[in-house]
Every structure is written in C-alpha cells, then in structure tokens.
C-alpha cells in the first residue's frame, strides 16, 4: 500500500478518525461506551484486553484498513497527484 502517511498525518482529522476507527470496534465488542472509560488505568485494562483477542484485533484491523484505503483511487494506492503533496490540500474549507 503506497499512501502519502507524512501528508495524512499532519491532518488533524484523520488522526482523530484513526482513533475512532480503533476503539469503535473495541467498545462495541466489550459492550461499552465512551463514558464508562472514566481512567485510564481502565483505558490501558481494555486495550490489554482488546490485543489478547485474536478475533477483536482482526476487526480493529478491517477497520483501519477501511480507513487507511481512498475508494476514489483504484487499488490501494494514493492517486499520484496526492503522493506529490507536502500538505492537506486546503480547498473545500468550511
């Protein structure tokens, strides 16, 4: 997989949806939600126990894989136009 990672991770955005894209499987395989992650020695306790389940890490890693994919490319790759960028391209501001 050929992705311009240096580019995508100077986009606020994306890290925060890597984030989700790893712990929303987690916390619905678990049963739990946002709020019950109260410390983070409780944090720490469900990743542990998140990493020593071969079936939840292999969903966490459909999910990144989801997102680390561009459906608007074809294949796995970021377009060329994209792999020439040294930062997020700034149109479509809100």
């Known amino acids: 997989m050929k992705l311009n990672l240096k580019v995508r991770l100077k986009n606020p955005v994306f890290i925060f949806q890597l984030v989700l894209t790893a712990f929303a499987p987690i916390l619905a395989y678990t049963g739990l ?22 079936f939840l890490c292999g969903l966490v890693a459909i999910a990144l894989y989801n997102q680390l994919t561009d459906p608007t490319t074809e294949g796995h790759f970021d377009s060329s136009q994209v792999m020439k960028y040294d930062k997020p391209k700034e149109d479509g501001k809100w």
């Open 33 to 54: 939600s946002w709020e019950g992650l109260t410390t983070w020695q409780s944090v720490g306790d469900l990743i542990v126990q998140a990493y020593s389940n071969p």
